[in-house]
């Protein structure tokens, strides 16, 4: 099922992560981290020179160049323009900018993602006798997400959507969409955003016809609030229910939304909760608070208390 209209208006805005050419990013034993060009015949036995300027970072706009001895560097990549997996399984506790902790939250959510998520069973009678979700993640620029593994994985106008490998009734495919858009509503409640896209759902949906069969309790999480919902939408000749979350939050919207023909819904609901419970939204890592050391000082005394001589 295609999304239209304000949707994948709301979607297209969405710039998903790539490797970039020409990228190479070295992180030095002190924690500072450049970005830029590496050719590799300047990367050599005792250094290597990165090349600005470097269009991917917007912070690095000088034109100019560095040679830096290679006993100086932690770690670097001639291919990246950030730190990899492969840097943080080896460097998780190391000093960095604090311009790469965002990147480094990320990395720590999908790897718990891939300790705590078990296997997800599908009630028999659909036409795949179970189903799990896919152990590595699916990684964007705004979110991470696993994907029910078997399913085929792909990004349209900056939406990405999974499609079941098997059809179900009538040659319907399951599918999930997942994507994030401008923050809604600016000023309303969660409340009223949630009814602006009620409205919008129904707007879309053929003939207006357009149920809300379910509506969960909003849910109020740090920095913002989710709302899941299932709806009902009449399609060619068939009803399809969906799976929906909005999750509102300070800089963007997110949308889930897991689709089946209402007669393959009931064996699939399982399957779709647990794809959308392992949705890490990255904007919720930046606003994890930062963890305050133990003070082993006591406080001074109130004041006008006198201070036994001897400190007894």
């Known amino acids: 099922m295609r999304l239209t209209s304000t949707l994948l208006a709301l979607a297209a805005t969405l710039v998903v992560g790539a490797p970039a050419a020409e990228a190479g990013i070295v992180v030095l034993k002190n924690g500072e981290v450049f970005v830029g060009k590496i050719k590799p ?83 028999d009678g659909f036409d795949s006798p179970q189903g799990k979700l896919a152990p590595v993640p699916v990684t964007t620029k705004d979110f991470v997400i696993r994907k029910p593994e078997g399913w085929s994985s792909a990004t349209e106008d900056g939406i990405t959507i999974f499609v079941s490998d098997r059809p179900g009734a009538d040659g319907f495919r399951p599918r999930i969409h997942v994507f994030s858009g401008p923050v809604l509503g600016g000023g309303l409640l969660a409340e009223q955003k949630v009814e602006l896209i009620k409205t919008e759902f129904s707007r879309l949906a053929q003939d207006g016809k357009f149920e809300v069969r379910e509506m969960k309790r909003l849910k109020n999480v740090r920095g913002g609030s989710d709302q899941e919902m299932l709806t009902s939408t009449p399609r060619t000749g068939r009803n399809v229910l969906s799976l929906r979350q909005v999750s509102f939050r300070d800089k963007r919207t997110y949308f889930f939304e897991a689709f089946a023909d209402e007669r393959d819904y009931g064996q699939l609901e399982i399957l779709f909760k647990a794809c959308m419970r392992s949705l890490q939204i990255g904007e919720d890592a930046e606003q994890k608070p930062a963890t305050s050391p133990v003070s082993t000082t006591p406080p001074p005394p109130p004041a006008g208390t006198a201070t036994p001589p001897g400190g007894q």
């Open 41 to 123: 015949e300047e990367d050599t036995q005792d250094e290597l020179v990165i090349r600005w300027p470097y269009e991917k970072d917007p912070l690095q706009t000088e034109r100019g160049e560095m040679k830096i001895p290679k006993f100086r560097i932690r770690w670097y990549d001639r291919e990246a323009d950030e730190p990899t997996d492969e840097y943080w399984t080896k460097h998780e506790s190391d000093e960095i900018d604090n311009r790469w902790m965002p990147f480094l939250e990320r990395w720590r959510i999908r790897k718990r993602a891939e300790q705590e998520l078990p296997e997800v069973p599908i009630f």
